[in-house]
């Protein structure tokens, strides 16, 4: 616990597990609402022009890493970054559930006939992964808040903020040479991260909770 502790603060604790737990309840409960419901295709000429290219899904199942080393690195730079990167993730996170419901979309996944390592990877992906929950993509969502979140940061070294923004990238392609997302869906992830990210910035949620705590 006291090696924990080191890793993650105190005051990041409650805000990292919201954002777990949310992230679960999202992705998870809007199916619940699938039912006899009609999905939509945002699939595009250029979407279908894009070739599979099986050795991303390791790229793909990798981001759960990066996810969980940059969401506690940004927690570490202060309170404030965690509380901003916490109301961030958990605004487009809910942003994302409703556009699920009320929009529901798919894609076609290409029927794989070949074998290896990595197409068989891909075809376990398939497995464990319904083509619904795309539009905006939330791989990309996450993704791109654990660049942005030390995308300014002096405290990290600039090298792997640089490393970040490649690997928020390729994790990006990766949705496309998947065939788990369109390109559209790519857009509107990066689109709601950089406006949650501002929208946290406004709301300044620390400034309220410690203002709360002194009067308390």
């Not at 992906?125 to 795309?134: C, E, G, K, M, P």
């Not at 990309?140 to 808040?145: A, Q």
Request: glycine fraction near 4%.
């Amino acid at each position: 616990m006291k090696k924990l502790s080191s890793i993650i603060p105190k005051y990041s604790a409650l805000p990292l597990l919201l954002v777990v737990i949310v992230n679960f309840s999202v992705y998870s409960g809007v199916r619940l609402f699938y039912k006899n419901r009609i999905f939509h295709t945002l699939t595009s000429y250029l979407d279908n022009k894009i070739p599979v290219i099986p050795i991303f899904v390791v790229v793909y199942f990798g981001c759960y890493l990066f996810w969980i080393v940059n969401y506690i690195l940004i927690s570490r730079i202060s309170k404030e970054q965690c509380y901003r990167l916490a109301i961030a993730d958990l605004t487009g996170k809910l942003i994302c559930g409703i556009i699920y419901i009320a929009y529901p979309t798919t894609n076609v996944r290409p029927d794989i006939a070949s074998s290896g390592i990595f197409v068989d990877m891909l075809k376990f992906l398939y497995s464990i992964d319904a083509a619904n929950n795309l539009f905006p993509s939330i791989h990309v969502l996450v993704s791109w808040n654990c660049f942005i979140g030390i995308r300014n940061s002096e405290s990290v070294p600039k090298w792997y903020r640089y490393f970040s923004l490649f690997t928020a990238i390729m994790i990006c392609i990766s949705t496309l040479a998947t065939k788990q997302h369109v390109l559209v869906d790519v857009f509107a992830g990066l689109i709601l991260s950089e406006l949650t990210w501002q929208f946290a910035l406004r709301l300044q949620i620390n400034k309220t909770i410690d203002s709360f705590n002194q009067e308390a």
